[in-house]
């Protein structure tokens, strides 16, 4: 790994640290009167979540502009200039960084071992791709997924502040995470297999070497693995939402039992 990206890894870790002890609180308490009536436990990952947004958005946005302008990762997708894609690859290295260290710290309350899977996962590609450059289209391509997340998080804040499924806002976000997290984890597997395949048996796979290819392969089918049973969950949570089947009874305890983390 080059100075560079040792820097943005780092310069990405104490950032998105900061988003989440100092400048979400103050934003927070500012624009939701709910925020303050939170207890601790969820004080945090309400935090974690705004940084998970953040994160999502400037990581999703910049992955669609290298997808669509970068020419020569484009051209060449297992050995094109990984620049442009590395520097958005080290801001997402520290992102998990960060998250796995404060999942480590509020374990009781916020520790999901699907999210530790996830993470290391993604930390072990992508560490091939910042170390030697191999595999720029690959890597920039599984971070689509990432614009999926505000929608995400968008559905713990709503409950966190006690928002009832039924309430239009809460319907309307459920339909659209479902659609978005289909379109950018789950009907990208197709053509993104598909290239994968195309490069097998080719000079270019060739030269990446054992090791390189396993943790590619490997990384990948865990990945969608992961990514196809959230799909499963959110489904079904987003079918009881518009049938009205997920409605509690007044007084009934609430649950929050998917995706309780996810970026």
């Known amino acids: 790994m080059e100075i560079r990206e ?7 870790f104490v950032t998105f640290q900061l988003l989440f002890s100092g400048v979400s609180p103050v934003l927070s308490s500012t624009f939701t009167q709910g925020y303050s009536r939170l207890p601790p436990t969820k004080l945090n990952e309400w935090n974690s979540r705004l940084v998970s947004t953040i994160h999502a958005l ?16 484009n051209e060449d997708p297992v050995w094109g200039d990984p620049n442009l894609v590395k520097l958005n690859v080290a801001i997402t290295c520290g992102y998990l960084l960060y998250d796995l260290l ?20 993604a930390l072990y590609a992508y560490g091939y791709v910042l170390t030697y450059g191999l595999l720029p289209y690959f890597a920039n391509f599984r971070l689509i997924s990432e614009l999926s997340t505000p929608f995400v998080n968008q559905r713990w804040f709503f409950e966190a502040l006690s928002y009832p499924r039924s309430h239009h806002l809460v319907v309307a976000n459920g339909v659209a ?37 396993v943790a590619w392969i490997v990384s990948c089918v865990c990945l969608d693995v992961l990514n196809t049973v959230w799909m499963y969950k959110i489904a079904r949570g987003c079918y009881k939402v518009i ?19 996810t970026d």
């Not at 009874?249 to 649950?255: I, L, M, T, V």
């Open 6 to 12: 040792l820097c943005v890894v780092t310069g990405s």
């Open 58 to 73: 400037i990581v999703g946005l910049f992955c669609l502009y290298i997808l669509w302008y970068d020419d020569a990762v």
């Open 102 to 121: 404060l999942l480590a710290l509020n374990w009781s309350t916020m520790g999901d071992g699907f999210f530790v899977c996830h993470h290391l996962a």
């Open 177 to 213: 995470m479902a659609i978005v997290f289909f379109l950018v984890r789950i009907a990208v597997m197709p053509p993104y297999w598909a290239r994968v395949f195309a490069t097998f048996g080719t000079p270019e796979f060739e030269r990446l070497g054992l090791s390189a290819q």
């Open 243 to 261: 049938t009205g089947k997920g409605h509690k009874p007044k007084g009934a305890k609430s649950s929050n039992h998917t995706n309780n983390h």
